[in-house]
Every structure is written in C-alpha cells, then in structure tokens.
C-alpha cells in the first residue's frame, strides 16, 4: 500500500472533532546515503512528534551503552556479558520509546498494524503508537475516552487524549492543567 493510501485510511478513522486537525506524514530521504526518512504527526499545523530513523537510533546507542556501563556488560564477546549486554540493548529501547522517542519504522508498523485491529485491542496493545491512534479513533467514544487515565502513559499517549478531551469539551480530572496548573 502506498503512504497516500495509508494516511487517508487511518485519517478517515479519526473521529469528527480531529478530523482535518491531526495529520500524519512522512518523507523519504531517496538520495541519502542510507535511504531513510521521517514520519510526523501534526495538531493544527503544529509539529506533535517526529518518528525520525537517526535521532531514534543516536538515542537508543547512548543509552544501551550507558545501561552496559552502568551494568559492567561492555564486551559483546565476552560469553559471560554477552546475555546482560544484549538485555541493557533491548531495555535502552524501551527507555527511549517511554521518552517519546521513535523510529520511521515503528511509525510504519503501527499503522498499518492498527488498520486491522478492534478498538478494543488497540487501546490495549503494547504500542504507544497503537493506543494513541486509538485515542483519536472515532469508535473511541466520548464515555470511554472521558474514562480513560492517561497519567502513567506514553508521552504522545497524553498528548493525544489531552487533544482529544479539549476537541470534546470534556475535562480530565487527573490533567494538573485542568485546573491552571503547568
């Protein structure tokens, strides 16, 4: 499927009061050397994320290499680091996607992903990615979405659902911006 066609699809689930304010894009870097690219999603115009192959990655070598330090597991080679060393790797990626930090690849792979999911697991999948498209889903109705907490959530989570709430009227009680506060 072609981005065009992917962007129009997963724009026309958006419900009423997003629709035409949130996009998502992307880009390819054809003649680079390494032939990647950038996705973003966009509020009113406004930049809200950017999914870009070389920030990710920087991001998740700095913090795999500071988590093997920190865990005295620097040598892949050595067969008695080598399992800790590979560990601190996979939670350096965690790390970084719980910051908001994530690749052009995982922006592809959700959406196409959340193309064929119900509501229902999509506000459950694993993927931050997922659940926040699924914030903005039209079949995410405006009871569940006032119900829904996402204070212990993925940063681009909260954002979205912030949006949402404020496309809605609907005021969070766990938002310490509901009140003024910032």
């Given amino acids: 499927m072609k981005w065009s066609q992917l962007k129009k699809r997963i724009e026309a689930t958006f419900a009423d009061s997003v629709a035409g304010r949130v996009e998502v894009w992307n880009t390819r870097y054809r003649k680079s050397h390494d032939d990647l690219g950038e996705g973003w999603i966009t509020i009113d115009k406004q930049l809200v994320l950017r999914f870009a192959e070389f920030t990710h990655d920087v991001e ?3 913090e795999a290499e500071r988590l093997q330090k920190e865990r005295e597991c ?16 996979s939670d350096a990626q965690e790390i970084v996607q719980g910051k908001g930090v994530f690749g052009m690849w995982q922006l592809d792979e959700a959406l196409f992903g959340y193309l064929n999911m119900s509501i229902d697991d999509a506000i459950e999948s694993d993927n ?11 079949r995410f109705g405006k009871r569940r979405l006032k119900d829904f907490d996402s ?32």
Avoid: M, W
């Avoid at 990615?129 to 903005?136: E, M, V, Y």
């Fill in 60 to 62: 998740r070598s700095r």
């Fill in 151 to 182: 204070s212990s959530e993925n940063p681009l989570v909260r954002t979205l659902h912030r949006f949402r709430c404020d496309a809605e009227g609907i005021k969070i009680q766990s938002d310490p911006t509901a009140n003024g506060d910032k």
């Fill in 128 to 138: 931050p990615i997922i659940r926040a498209f699924a914030i903005l889903d039209r």
């Fill in 74 to 89: 620097t040598d892949y080679r050595n067969p008695d680091q080598n399992e800790e060393y590979r560990r601190a790797d």
